[in-house]
């Protein structure tokens, strides 16, 4: 009975690090402000986000192709890893960042269709270290001062492309044309 249990513990401890050893989840979305909706001839604002439940080293935007047609797309931030936060999607606790934000300046009315990006990342990945010691001093709390090996896992996703409705601008009433200083006939 001694040896199953023995046996069984061992199998147990070197099965389950093989276990946690799984790739990082890597999700990307882009975001309209105003819920999709804009006038012509007014800007709204794109954000990329990115997100995932390793921290996030560094990552790359690939936004080459910028043409979005019926419109135009200007970029006024490049998002920095250093300024991650954790947020919660679906219950799930995620490191979210700002990858980048553009402005969207459509110049036709009806539907303008974002691309959709792809984006990089590099994880960083923490395990400790498998050497197990009982220092004499310390003797249980040890676990605490075990030092951890960061390696980096590279993953890769897209955002999907989305739609913005592009709506004309609603006309002005006779005095709001008077209190704006125009002549009219």
């Known amino acids: 009975m001694k040896q199953l249990f023995l046996l069984l ?3 147990l401890m070197t099965c389950t690090p093989l276990a946690a050893r799984t790739t990082g989840e890597l999700l990307a979305r882009t975001m309209v402000a105003n819920e999709g909706r804009v006038v012509m001839g007014d800007s709204t604002l794109v954000s990329v986000y990115l997100y995932s439940d390793r921290p996030i080293h560094s990552y ?5 192709r910028l043409k979005v047609k019926g419109g135009r797309l200007r970029c006024i931030y490049r ?6 936060s954790l947020t919660r999607l679906n219950g799930k606790p995620y490191y979210a960042l700002v990858c980048a934000q553009y402005v969207l300046t459509p110049s036709k009315k009806g539907r303008t269709t974002l691309p959709a990006w792809a984006v990089k990342a590099e994880l960083i990945e923490e395990t400790a270290t498998t050497q197990r010691r009982i220092d004499p001093f310390f003797g249980p709390f040890d676990s605490w001062f075990t030092p951890t090996e960061r390696k980096l896992v590279k993953g890769k996703t897209r955002t999907k492309a989305v739609t913005v409705e592009v709506n004309e601008a609603p006309r002005k009433t006779i005095r709001q044309l008077k209190s704006s200083g125009k002549n009219i006939i």
């Open 79 to 84: 998002g920095d890893s250093r300024r991650q």
């Open 60 to 64: 790359r935007l690939d936004d080459r």
């Open 9 to 11: 513990s061992v199998l």
